[in-house]
């Protein structure tokens, strides 16, 4: 552990269970570069729950779930926000800082349910459907929240829903959020066919194998999960809400059925919680490094811009959703 130094030093203290000493030495030059260019800068970095831990516990200053990232961004004391996550989330930043820098890493940190569907697709559906409300989904891109009447996140999904108070609504893009939340609901869900590439690959049949070789597990599915996987588990809803349930029941064993850095970044936390890791990777995500995150603040790369006659039109169906 030489190589630590000492700025950095404090925090493998803190990800020392899901990072191992060899891998540390890797880490800490773009760790102390980055927080030297976030004083510099007055950089803030906004990291999703999905970020490896070395960006999650590091050098983040604000993390959680898309609809925890969308609130905190508004309130973000910096001239600079460089967005971890994926493209939609960077937009989303964009649109609630219209008057700061927002920097993504990787432009082609992308989204499978954002590229299901575009703006002309949406101006299709309220073609076919007239006056149905089109609520969409923050995992899109700001030309589709432009045509929509408000967004959701998987967290306050429903909630948004039951907001309109409509006997019929239009969900998009993700099909599997839109049943799981029709089941809970009697408002009619017209759904879209997208689907995200991590959580379509569980299956019902993962849970039942997983409680055969650990008696007693506690399973918890993402909401963009199949319905059958969701009707198996123990618990279904946001990363964050994932996350809390683990803090709140505090199980013995846990598996969370989502992308893979999610387990590593909640068992820093809970040191005494075994966590059973089988997941499924986001390549998206995972474009996200801490060297590409350091040549962002380095070199301003790459801005987000957005037209502004679909940045008016999408900030309000985001600022609505936050009200919700």
């Not at 408002?187 to 007693?216: N, Q, S, Y």
């Not at 990777?281 to 037209?307: F, S």
Request: contains cysteine.
């Amino acid at each position: 552990m030489s190589a630590v130094l000492p700025s950095s030093a404090s925090l493998y203290d803190r990800v020392r269970r899901v990072i191992p000493p060899i891998e540390w030495p890797l880490f800490v030059e773009d760790i102390d570069a980055i927080l030297k260019l976030k004083r510099q800068r007055n950089a803030v970095i906004l990291a999703h729950n999905y970020q490896t831990p070395e960006i999650f516990h590091c050098v983040a200053d604000i993390v959680g779930d898309s609809l925890a990232l969308a609130r905190k961004a508004m309130t973000v004391d910096a001239d600079i926000i460089v967005l971890a996550g994926v493209h939609f989330m960077a937009e989303t930043a964009k649109l609630l800082n219209s008057d700061k820098t927002v920097l993504i890493p990787d432009l082609e940190a992308g989204c499978s349910l954002a590229d299901s569907i575009t703006a002309e697709d949406v101006r299709l559906m309220r073609q076919r459907y007239p006056s149905v409300p089109v609520v969409t989904y923050v995992n899109t891109s700001a030309a589709v929240k432009a045509e929509s009447d408000i967004c959701c996140t998987s967290g306050n999904a429903l909630a948004v829903v039951k907001s309109l108070g409509a006997p019929r609504v239009i969900m998009l893009p993700d099909e599997y959020l839109a049943k799981n939340i029709a089941a809970q609901t009697k408002v009619e869900i017209i759904a879209w066919k997208g689907r995200c590439e991590v959580h379509e690959r569980f299956t019902a049949a993962d849970i039942r194998e997983l409680r055969e070789a650990h008696p007693g597990i506690s399973v918890l599915a993402h909401p963009e999960c199949p319905p059958e996987v969701v009707a198996e588990a123990d618990f279904a809803g946001s990363t964050a809400a994932m996350s809390d349930y683990v803090a709140r029941h505090k199980p013995a064993r846990v598996m969370l059925m989502t992308e893979c850095s999610m387990s590593d970044n909640v068992a820093v936390e809970h040191p005494d919680v075994d966590f059973v890791r089988p997941c499924n990777l986001c390549p998206h995500m995972k474009r996200i490094t801490l060297r590409n995150i350091r040549t962002a603040l380095e070199e301003n790369r790459h801005v987000v811009t957005i037209d502004p006659r679909v940045a008016d039109r999408a900030r309000w169906a985001v600022e609505r959703m936050l009200f919700v």
